[in-house]
């Protein structure tokens, strides 16, 4: 039986002090989940000093959008694939 390929996301949680540092510019992209608060990333790349991510939001007419966000590498504690319509809950 041919069962079609989900999409995969990332949840990516930082380190209490990188949440600290970027403060309000992360704010309208975290979430918050039974194991903290992370971003939701539809696509990422952890190849360089810099973290990037896809992050799919909205604008403000609700038009879909993806927004680019990167980072130091450092900042990143934990980074969890998931798919989409799931929790992040880890069962």
Known sequence: ?????AALYYAVYLFPTALETLGDALEPYLRD???????????IDAGGQLFEMTIPAHDEKGTPIDVEVMFP?????????????L?????
């Open 87 to 91: 929790d992040v809950g880890f069962t």
């Open 1 to 5: 039986m041919n069962h079609p390929q």
């Open 33 to 43: 989940g039974p194991h903290g608060r992370h971003l939701m990333c539809a696509e």
């Open 73 to 85: 590498t450092s900042m990143v504690r934990l980074v969890v694939s998931m798919r989409p319509e």
